[in-house]
């Protein structure tokens, strides 16, 4: 395959979906699903979306689907399970999605491993931190005593977050205040390994963090980015290295 073959080609993003009892007509049934702003931002940045609904046999399935994914989204959903972080369960912590935070752990330790880009949203930054040994707050007015991340009925919060200067946020974002729409009543307690937090809200509230300079592309963001439909920055990021990530991996013929 030339080389212009290379640089046309579309990058595989996969994001991950919910699986949950959904109606459509006269059907009432488990389903996977997820919002379309999600999907149509990936393709709208110029890449290609995939679904990746929780399975069974979490770590094989997973190693299949990376080997022909260029890039991962870990997506917004339900609180991951406390018992992964060793804490008590809170009253009103979401009932545990076992099947999805196996599917998902799978998938992320498997894009570090391929070295596959990450971009992680909300509950999906909540997983990494958990995937690398932190823990979450679950549930943020006991911690910070404020509803300001989730108001409720659907609508999304307006926070405004510092993005640090000379990060890899700062590239696509620029430093200093943004803000963001927010759906959470969790959020960060202890840091996982390796996470560097590159945004925060004046409470200290962790709203963003990244990968180290040795390790695979890895973003995370307490927001949703998928929301503000105008700004596509972060979505054209991972694309951008998913497309890399792609033409390195093929131009060596070497699987992920």
């Known amino acids: 395959m030339a080389s212009n073959d290379f640089d046309s080609r579309r990058p595989v993003i996969g994001l991950t979906t919910y699986l949950e009892q959904a109606k459509q007509g006269v059907w009432d049934v488990r389903a996977a699903f997820l919002p379309q702003q999600y999907f149509d931002s990936v393709t709208s940045a110029g890449g290609v979306a995939v679904l990746l609904p929780p399975q069974p046999h979490a770590q094989d399935a997973a190693a299949a689907?990376?080997?022909v994914l260029d890039g991962l989204i870990l997506t917004g959903g339900l609180d991951v399970q406390p018992e992964l972080y060793g804490a008590p369960r809170h009253p009103l912590?979401?009932?545990?999605r076992p099947e999805r935070d196996n599917w998902e752990l799978a998938l992320y330790r498997g894009a570090q491993e391929r070295r596959i880009p990450v971009l992680a949203i909300c509950?999906?930054?909540?997983?990494v931190n958990v995937a690398r040994g932190g823990t979450l707050h679950q549930h943020l007015p006991d911690a910070l005593g404020t509803e300001r991340y989730r108001i409720g009925g659907g609508?999304?919060?307006?926070n405004e977050v510092v993005v640090q200067d000379r990060t890899r946020l700062a590239g696509m974002l620029g430093a200093g205040p943004f803000d963001v729409h927010s759906y959470h009543h969790q959020g960060i307690d202890r840091l996982g390994a390796g996470l560097v937090v590159v945004a925060a809200t004046d409470d200290g509230l962790v709203q963003a963090f990244e990968s180290g300079p040795d390790e695979a592309y890895l973003v995370g963001v307490q927001w949703h980015p998928e929301e503000n439909t105008a700004d596509k920055r972060l979505f054209e990021g991972l694309v951008r290295e998913a497309s890399a990530f792609s033409q390195s991996r093929r131009s060596t013929g070497v699987h992920a």
Do not use: I
């Open 65 to 67: 689907v990376l080997d």
């Open 93 to 96: 912590t979401d009932p545990a």
């Open 123 to 127: 509950r999906g930054l909540q997983l």
């Open 155 to 158: 609508v999304f919060a307006e």
